[in-house]
């Protein structure tokens, strides 16, 4: 397990560069809007349907998301040097792509 200090710098790592992926994505769709508020990550849909939330939880050192009425909870792996969901090997961006194109219901939507 990670300690805190090392968790806390690659949740900030994972999250900023989920961000700046968000910030281009959000231009060509226009259908959301990310917001970063004390390291909470929020994922806000413009039809105000709902949103994503994503936050760290430091005690057990996992990245949580809160999307789609489920729990998702990422787990630092070494091997990838990652946050991945452990029930499909998804990493962060790749999961917050899926789950954006599943609710919007838009396969063209890419995080890069």
Request: hydrophobic letters at 40%; charged letters at 30%; proline letters at 3%.
């Amino acid at each position: 397990m990670l300690d805190e200090t090392t968790f806390r710098r690659e949740y900030d790592r994972a999250l900023e560069a989920l961000k700046q992926s968000l910030i281009v994505a959000e231009e060509d769709s226009e259908a959301f809007e990310a917001e970063e508020n004390n390291g909470v990550l929020n994922i806000v849909f413009e039809d105000g349907t709902s949103k994503f939330v994503l936050t760290p939880n430091t005690p057990v050192r996992q990245l949580w998301i809160s999307a789609t009425s489920t729990s998702f909870k990422l787990e630092w792996s070494e091997a990838t040097s990652a946050f991945v969901l452990p029930k499909t090997g998804e990493d962060l961006k790749t999961l917050t792509q899926r789950l954006l194109r599943e609710h919007l219901n838009d396969a063209s939507i890419t995080l890069s």
